[in-house]
Structure formats: C-alpha cells, structure tokens
C-alpha cells in the first residue's frame, strides 16, 4: 500500500498563488508517475498535472503556462505550484500515484484538498 498525504490547499484569491505538496510513504519501491487531479462540483475528475520519475512532465490544457509540477525524489514528494488562479480553478485537487509491479500498474490517491479562487 502507499498513502498520500496532501497539504498546501486553502483560498486565494483571483491573480494569486498556491502551492500543493503531497508526501508519499509505506510501500514506495516503483513508484513511476505522480501528479494531480481535479474535481470541481458537478464536473468529471481531470488531470492537472503529472510527473515521472525520470522527471518528463505533462500538463492539462487549462493549466498550461500556469501550473508548474515537481518532483523530490528523495523526499518522495510531489508538488503543484498553481500561479494566476483564476475561479474556474476552484476544486477539490487529489495527488496521486502509479505504482508499477509487473504488468500491473496500481493507483493510489491522496483524500484531496480543497482549493478555492474566490474574491
């Protein structure tokens, strides 16, 4: 099993800035890919942001030039800095991560946390 601890939520304002960690432990051998989801009330979860191993990244459309991931590997800790936050970007945004073990890949999510752009 692998757990994922999320911080870093909270409300900001529109034009403001946040940062999301998301620390994992337990049984961390093979993680490959990190990143981000979001849900907003009534909408599908979506992608914001993921991270590799190795370190290439991909990012959703909306947030693109905006959001920025990262990755510390020694700490096994990911992180989302989310710049110009608009109101649309208000959701509940869950860290996850793919474990590989042979053919079977497993996902793991954080509990989420919420963000809200409001002013």
């Known amino acids: 099993q692998v757990q994922l601890v999320e911080s870093g939520g909270g409300l900001v304002q529109p034009g403001g800035s946040l940062r999301l960690s998301c620390a994992a432990s337990?049984?961390?051998?093979?993680?490959?890919?990190m990143g981000w989801y979001r849900q907003a009330p009534g909408k599908q979860r979506e992608l914001v942001a993921g991270?590799?191993?190795?370190?290439?990244?991909n990012y959703g459309s909306s947030v693109k030039g905006r959001f920025s991931i990262s990755r510390d590997n020694g700490k096994n800790t990911v992180y989302l800095q989310m710049n110009s936050l608009k109101p649309e970007d208000t959701a509940v945004y869950y860290c996850?991560?793919?474990?590989?073990?042979?053919?079977?890949?497993?996902?793991?999510w954080g509990q989420g946390s919420q963000v809200t752009v409001s002013s």
């Open positions: 991270i590799t191993s190795n370190n290439m990244t």
């Open positions: 996850n991560a793919d474990r590989v073990g042979g053919p079977v890949i497993t996902r793991y």
């Open positions: 337990g049984n961390i051998v093979n993680i490959y890919t």
